[in-house]
Nanobody, 117 residues
Framework: QVQLVESGGGLVQAGASLRLSCTAS????????MGWFRKAPGNERSFVAG??????SPTYTDAVKGRFTVTRIKSSVYLQMNDLLPEDTAIYYC????????????WGQGTQVTVSS
């Protein structure tokens, strides 16, 4: 059974940092892109950050550029989130082998990030 398991979410104040981790089990994703999406209440799930199979060419949604950093080691992917804002509050999902539309592939169950003002 393939699983992506996220950890590292929590409740923090604005300006704080969190580091999300995601580890795959059941198969490897060393040769596939991995990344992070998020879903805030009332919004659709949207792309946050992604990284290629080699760990290079990270991409970010504009709202997090300069504050978030995505990295990976083999089939684990990480999201360092600095200077968090209340609008970053969402459930964060790890994904692997997804298509550009953010569908398909494999997904974790999500981890809640709540940023208070």
């Amino acid at each position: 059974q393939v699983q992506l398991v996220e950890s590292g979410g929590g409740l923090v104040q604005a300006g704080a940092s969190l580091r999300l981790s995601c580890t795959a089990s059941g198969r490897t994703f060393d040769n596939y892109a991995m990344g992070w999406f998020r879903k805030a209440p009332g919004n659709e799930r949207s792309f946050v950050a992604g990284v290629s199979w080699s760990g290079g060419s990270p991409t970010y949604t504009d709202a997090v550029k300069g504050r978030f950093t995505v990295t990976r080691i083999k089939s684990s992917v990480y999201l360092q989130m600095n200077d968090l804002l209340p609008e970053d509050t969402a459930i964060y999902y790890c994904a692997a082998d997804y298509n550009p539309a953010g569908t398909g592939g494999y997904w974790g169950q999500g981890t809640q990030v709540t940023v208070s003002s």
